[in-house]
């Protein structure tokens, strides 16, 4: 059992919170630093289901993705869900941190775990969001290369195969074969022309609008659209395992959310 700060210091080397952008809302959203934690459970979305699943597991501290207190808020009404959410939280004394573009941004985040997981090598920078005195470059997605060119519906069904959906939509631009791929997590449809710009063949993403994709196609760059869903949510075992052995001395039992799914489903 560990402070609550002890915990908040480890997510803070996994993911400064100087890292956020200016409207986000990332670090210790409910409870309080000195409280004693027994046990974390991290997640993509602080949903119903997860705090049942803190709640069955034991577990008083939930590190989630999306801030689960985004905007100001006026008034907690508990016949509505999340003011019977906060209610059910505080109950079990439990408390929830969120880490949020400062673990998109951070190196090994959401971002880079993507990458990864669809098969990109040689990653650079994409969307620069700081550059330090020592010219340290900080970003919001990455752009890397295939170890060597694919179809473009083979490289969807890779990203199908790899992330946690059962399809991805795809915005064909013609023959161009893909190497050179531009990609940013969740929801990142308003860097298509700047993925297009810096001469990607590809851009992965989710959340993707039909304007933005005719905007694509115009340009001559393909798009998948994996889901806001899919492409984040892979961080949720990576950021449970980086916790862990951050607070391996005091043998933390980290768990992940077993309980989400995406929203979307095709019919």
Partial sequence: MVKCQVVMDALERIAPKRLAEDWDNPGLLVGAFNQDIRKILVCLDVSDAVVEQAVKTGANM???????IFKGIKKIRTDLPLGA????????DIAVAAAHTNLDIAVGGVNDVLAEAIGLGKLSTFVITSQEEDGTVESLGRIGSL????????????IREALPTEHVRLVNAGPRPVRKVALCSGSGAEFIQKAAFMGADAYVTGDVKYHEAQTAVEMGMHVIDAGHFAT??????????RLAAELAEYHMEVIAD?????FFTIV
């Avoid at 939930?62 to 689960?68: K, T």
């Fill in 62 to 68: 939930i590190v989630a993705h999306h801030p689960l």
């Fill in 85 to 92: 959410r906060l209610q059910n939280l505080l109950k079990h």
């Fill in 147 to 158: 170890p060597a060119p694919m179809e473009v519906t083979d490289f969807a069904r890779q």
């Fill in 232 to 241: 984040e949510f892979p961080v949720v075992e990576v950021l449970c395992e």
């Fill in 258 to 262: 077993t309980e989400s799914g995406d």
